[in-house]
């Protein structure tokens, strides 16, 4: 139910306006030019504005202008003084239209019903705007990051050879009994995970010499469900639900593998030591059915739509905001190096496709992966792949 505020002196108009919009199924709120008209708009979710233009006090041009302060809420206004040049102050001022008194309510509903629509869309384009804002941004972090990131490694890289050694030549002079060996064995192996940590770097800043070809996704779930069916814990269950499609996409195989390995790997983590289950679904979607918010750049008709979830305990927003970011982990203790799901994100961006999560603390968490189809298999000449080889069985991030 759409609620109107009825802004007006006169006591009958308001009277009349609640009687004959509340059987147009409207919820109307009157109030008059002295009342706390922004405490009423911030209390009740107002969708349109019906204004008198002449009030003790203020007049509606003054009230309407407080409305429109740094909102986009249609106003309405209701004069027994139509003119032309009353209606283009109003229009000039932020008014979307008019009606003049005696009303006719057959007419106002009309006018009520379009532009509550015409609001309803303003609304969706801003905060469509807002979050591919928000992704541009996002994406540049992520880019400046690896950038900085690729750079650091080298130099760190040279410094932990030197440490590392020097560790090793340490053991190979001591017995095996002395004391010192233990700590230098604990140098020796901190400085292997780190050097693995710097590879990962490293390998999403080079360009490899991997050809993306012309691939179906089924037979990679497949073969991803197998291999994690017969790896499960006892207390999670998984289940697929595949749609069988001759679709195909372009993309490296083993990426696509990787990153179907690594959803489900996080999914049977999220579950931790409760009972849960594991969805994979997998069908071909039309691109108008995908929220344009997830997919600026609509490359295809058709997008092979990867769903992965699970019953764990689920993501907080503040974790959601910065999930797919270098470095960003919720795992430190358990050796999480942050950067799985960023690989997995930017795997997909070489695709053409996008990766999208919906999740709240205590329900789970969906993870969809959308990359475009294909019409015709094909190679492209030259095509090289920026994103890492990297060995992720049996890995945690």
Not at 14 to 26: A, I, P, V
Not at 103 to 108: M, R
Not at 165 to 178: F, T, V
Not at 299 to 316: C, F, N, Q, R
């Amino acid at each position: 139910m759409k609620t109107i505020l009825v802004i007006d002196d006169d006591d009958r108009i308001k009277t009349l306006c609640e009687k004959r919009l509340g059987k147009f199924g409207y919820n109307v709120i009157v109030a008059d030019g002295e009342s706390d008209i922004l405490q009423i708009l911030e209390l009740n979710g107002i969708d349109l504005v019906l204004l008198d233009q002449i009030m003790p006090g203020k007049d509606g041009l003054e009230v309407m202008e407080m409305i429109k302060h740094g909102s986009h809420l249609p106003v309405i206004m209701m004069t027994a003084f139509g003119s032309i040049d009353l209606a283009i102050t109003f229009m000039q001022s932020g008014g979307v239209d008019f009606v003049e008194k005696p009303i006719d309510f057959d007419i106002l509903n009309i006018k009520i019903q379009k532009e509550i629509l015409a609001a309803e869309r303003l609304k969706k384009e801003i905060l469509d705007r807002k979050h591919a804002e928000r992704q541009l941004l996002q994406a540049q972090k992520m880019e400046a990051l690896g950038r900085l990131a690729g750079g650091i490694s080298h130099d760190f890289g040279n410094i932990l050879s030197v440490i590392m050694g020097n560790a090793i030549m340490a053991l190979e002079h001591l017995p095996s009994g002395h004391p010192a060996v233990v700590h230098l064995s604990q140098i020796d192996i901190s400085g292997k995970h780190a050097t693995t940590l710097i590879k990962q770097i490293l390998a999403f800043n080079y360009q490899k010499n991997d050809q993306a070809q012309s691939i179906q996704i089924q037979p990679i779930i497949d073969e991803v469900f197998t291999y994690v069916k017969a790896t499960l814990p006892s207390n999670v269950k998984i289940n697929r639900n595949i749609c069988a499609s001759a679709n195909k996409v372009l993309a490296i195989e083993s990426k696509i593998h990787q990153v179907i390995l690594n959803l489900c790997t996080n999914a049977i983590e999220a579950i931790e030591n409760d009972y849960g289950t594991i969805t994979m679904n997998c069908r071909v979607v039309s691109a108008t059915d995908i929220d344009h918010a997830i997919i600026s750049d609509i490359t295809s008709k058709k997008y092979v739509e990867l769903a992965i979830k699970d019953t764990g305990k689920g993501i907080d927003v503040a974790t959601l905001e910065h999930i797919f970011e270098p470095y960003f982990t919720t795992k430190k203790q358990a050796g999480g190096t942050g950067w799985g799901l960023f690989i997995i994100h930017e795997i997909i961006r070489e695709c053409g496709g996008a990766v999208n999560v919906e999740s709240q603390p205590g329900k789970g968490s969906t993870f969809r992966v959308y990359i475009p189809c294909i019409n015709q298999p094909r190679k492209r000449e030259n095509q090289t792949c920026r994103y890492p080889k990297l060995e992720m069985e049996n890995t945690f991030f």
